[in-house]
Each structure stands twice: as C-alpha cells, then as structure tokens.
C-alpha cells in the first residue's frame, strides 16, 4: 500500500495560473519535503515542515509556498507558474531526529502551456 | 561545500555484477542513501549504510564505504532487466535531515 501518495500524478496548467500540488501520508511522520526534480537532474530541496516549523531553503523562490495543516497533508502552491516551473515533483516524508530515511511518493508531473 | 557526484551512465550485460560509484565531501554525514528511481517515478529507498561501518550488505545489493576517500559504492549482484532504472547517491551533511544527492547513474542492462 502506498505510503506517500501524491495527487495528481499530471498535471497542466496555463502560464501564470496558481496550481496546488497535494501529497498525503499514513507514516505519521514528522517531518514532510517537498523537492524539485528537472529532467536529468538530481532532486533539488524546496522546503520542509517538522510539525509545524516551516524551513525554507535559501533559494527557494517565492513563487513557490507550502502549506501542512495537519500531520498527514502537505500543499505545494506555485502562485504564478512560468515555463521554468515545469518539472516533477516530489514528496518525502521521514520520522525526524538524526539521519531518518526519507520515503519518497511518486511524484506530480507538473507541465506549463 | 556540499557536493556529491555520481558517473552519469553504466551498462552491463543481464546477470553481471554492477557496480555504481559515488563520492561525496562531507564528513559529518552519519549516514549515506542509495535511492533508484524508475522511469516517471518518484525515489525508492534501497539502503542505506552508517558512517562507522565499511560494509552493508542486503540481498543482491552491497554497499562499500571508504570513509578516509569518501567513497560509496553500491553492488548489484546478478543484475536483471528490473534493476534499469536511475540510482542517486546522497548525503545528509550535519544529521540536518536534509539530503544532497548526485546527479544519478543510468543503468543499462542489456538481456
């Protein structure tokens, strides 16, 4: 049974139209990731909540926010979509404290007309 | 700095032994992670190996860490058509929780 589960696993949207990405967990894991991964690359680190602490990172951009309202859902907003925005992305989850696997879901393909 | 870095491509012929390698830079990473990843799939954790420890070995797959090189490898044994996939090495500088991972090794198994 899935364990992370991201919806929807496509989606579309037109140039500068908010999309909300979605991803769920039944781990009751702590901790939830959200990365970007663009074709031929390793995953890139947007942003992580443990509980309820938000951690941006660095150079993540504000286009891009999150959203955890309870333990088991995460949001990924893109506010204002460009054609640089089109990527898959994924969801991770871990327990939290020192070197905790992450368990990844299987991702959102997001496109951009 | 942060940077983990992983051969781009590797083929082998069905029922060899693969071997991926990867280096990384830092050494306050406690654990490090060999993940696959299908085509248009998300990360799948294969093992991972404690910072203390040479060898992990799990089935088909052996991981070998030279810590002095920061060197990780990870061996699949009697490799199948199945194991085709991209493999990403990572490290988690600092026990941050955060992952740094390679730029991941295609593996091309031919039948």
């Known amino acids: 049974d899935a364990m992370v589960i991201q919806n929807p696993r496509y989606q579309v949207t037109q140039f500068g139209k908010p999309v909300t990405l979605s991803c769920s967990q039944t781990l009751n894991h702590n901790v939830m990731y959200w990365y970007q991964q663009k074709s031929s690359q390793a995953p890139k680190l947007l942003f992580h909540y443990y509980d309820k602490d938000f951690n941006n990172e660095a150079d993540t951009p504000d286009n891009f926010q999150s959203r955890r309202p309870n333990t088991s859902f995460c949001f990924l907003d893109i506010r204002s979509p460009g054609l640089g925005d089109a990527a898959m992305y994924l969801c991770?989850?871990?327990?939290?404290?020192?070197?905790?696997?992450?368990?990844f879901g299987d991702g959102t393909r997001l496109s951009i007309l | 700095g942060e940077d983990v870095e992983q051969s781009l491509f590797l083929s082998v012929r069905e029922g060899d032994s693969s071997v991926i390698n990867c280096t990384y830079t830092d050494s306050s990473s406690t654990y490090l992670y060999w993940y696959k990843q299908e085509p248009g799939a998300g990360l799948q954790l294969l093992t991972y190996i404690f910072s203390n420890m040479d060898m992990k070995q799990d089935q088909r797959l052996t991981v070998l860490l030279n810590k002095k090189d920061k060197h990780l490898s990870l061996r699949i044994a009697d490799t199948q058509t199945g194991d085709s996939a991209i493999y990403f090495c990572?490290?988690?500088?600092?026990?941050?929780?955060?992952?740094?991972f390679g730029q991941g090794t295609t593996l091309q198994v031919k039948p």
């Open positions: 990572a490290e988690e500088p600092g026990n941050t929780g955060k992952l740094i």
């Open positions: 991770a989850t871990s327990k939290g404290g020192i070197s905790q696997p992450q368990h």
